[in-house]
Structure formats: structure tokens, C-alpha cells
């Protein structure tokens, strides 16, 4: 069975420049969640989508936004791109969503430098 | 306010002993723990996790302890082996609320 694919793994990019980064779960699961992690912070919450709705949402600005597919696929969209926005995004999928949170199975991440 | 922490940064210990990973937090609401270990260039992975109606829970060789009324939660290695060298994450949640993060310990094992 396929994991958790995050695509692309590395990206830079410019402050005040808009970035998607895109999560295809593991077939099956219906729960996508996004973090952030940070060498300050840890791994922070973004938000979760459990077919095609959001469910939870931490504590980040509106630039920071999300959706997810009919396929379960997701995208996270940051708009208006600040320094401190250069991170280590990962994605996790679940088949039920945070309840479960001990089947949560992390992609490898996709590497944002902003410049 | 952070509300699961791990003070220490990083451990070093020698292959074949123990190493015991340290994690408090403040939210008494938490009701599920779980530890995450993760390599440079991929995503966490699941280690092991605890209800807060047990105080111990044992996988291989490890085992994770909560003490509810310290607000403390420990991971053991035993025996530690130098594959076991990793980023060790702690993280809670309570209900429907999304898992919140430690920043992590640096676990070396040294041959």
C-alpha cells in the first residue's frame, strides 16, 4: 500500500509570492491534516479535512488556507508568503479523522524556503 | 503557552541501555498520549500512544508511563539500540481536538 506522497518536496520562493503544496493520502483514508514544523516551534497544527470538509483548524493566520478533493486529495495554500512562513509542511492521514489519532501516517514533507 | 513540553533538547546514550525520553504538559483535559519518532527527511511515525485511564503501556521494547496526577509522561528504550537514533515527539489531544506537539528530543544512541 502506498504512503502518504507530498509533492513538492523542496520549493523556494520570494516574500509576497503565493504557494500550493499538495498531500495525496493513503488509499482509503478520508482524514487529512497539515502541520508545521518549525525548529523554534515544533510541530504546529494547520487544520484538518475529513471529506472534503474542514473540521479543525489551529491557530494560523487567513493566509494560510486549505481543501480537500473528492479523492481525498488535499492542498494548502499560503498567500502573501513572509519569511518566518519557511518551514518543514507535513501532511497526515487518517481513516477517521484526529479521534484516532494513533493511525495518523505522515508524508515525508515538502521543504519551504522563503526568501 | 506551550502546553506539551519536552525540556530536554537532546540525550545521548550508549547503545544497550536505557534511554528514558521526558514529556509534561499543563491541559488536564488531555485524554490520549502518543509518542512519534522521526527521522531527518521523512515524515513522524507512530511509536506508541496511552490512554489516560492506564498508567502503562508496554510495545517491544517501548514502554510508555503516565502519571496523571504530575502531568508527566515518560518513554523508555531498553535496550537502546543505535537505530533507535531519531527526533522523539510528544503529543496529546482530548475528544475531537487536534493532537498538539512537543518540539522534540534528539535521541543519540552511541555504539
Known amino acids: 500500500k502506498a504512503g502518504v506522497t507530498q509533492t513538492p518536496r523542496y520549493l523556494i520562493k520570494t516574500r509576497g509570492q503565493q504557494v500550493t503544496l499538495s498531500c495525496s493520502p493513503i488509499s482509503g483514508h478520508r482524514s487529512v491534516s497539515w502541520y508545521q514544523q518549525t525548529p523554534g516551534q515544533g510541530l504546529q497544527f494547520l487544520f484538518e479535512y475529513f471529506s472534503e470538509t474542514q473540521r479543525n483548524k489551529g491557530n494560523f493566520p487567513g493566509r494560510f488556507s486549505g481543501r480537500q478533493f473528492s479523492n481525498s486529495r488535499s492542498e494548502m495554500n499560503v498567500s502573501t508568503l513572509e519569511l518566518g512562513d519557511s518551514a518543514l509542511y507535513l501532511c497526515a492521514s487518517s481513516l477517521g479523522g484526529l479521534p484516532h489519532a494513533d493511525t495518523q501516517y505522515f508524508g515525508p514533507g515538502t521543504r519551504l524556503t522563503v526568501l | 503557552d506551550q502546553q506539551v513540553k519536552q525540556n530536554s533538547p537532546s540525550l545521548s546514550v550508549q547503545e544497550g541501555r536505557i534511554s528514558i525520553l521526558n514529556c509534561d504538559y499543563t491541559n488536564s483535559m488531555f485524554d490520549y498520549f502518543l509518542w512519534y519518532k522521526k527521522y531527518p527527511a521523512e515524515g513522524p511515525t507512530f511509536l506508541i500512544s496511552?490512554?489516560?485511564?492506564?498508567d502503562k503501556n508496554e510495545d517491544g521494547r517501548f514502554t510508555v508511563f503516565l502519571n496523571k496526577s504530575a502531568k508527566h509522561l515518560s518513554l523508555h528504550i531498553v535496550p537502546s539500540q543505535p537505530g533507535d537514533s531519531a527526533v522523539y515527539f510528544c503529543a496529546a489531544h482530548s475528544g475531537n481536538t487536534p493532537l498538539v506537539f512537543g518540539k522534540g528530543t534528539r535521541l543519540s544512541v552511541i555504539a
Open positions: 496511552i490512554s489516560s485511564i492506564k
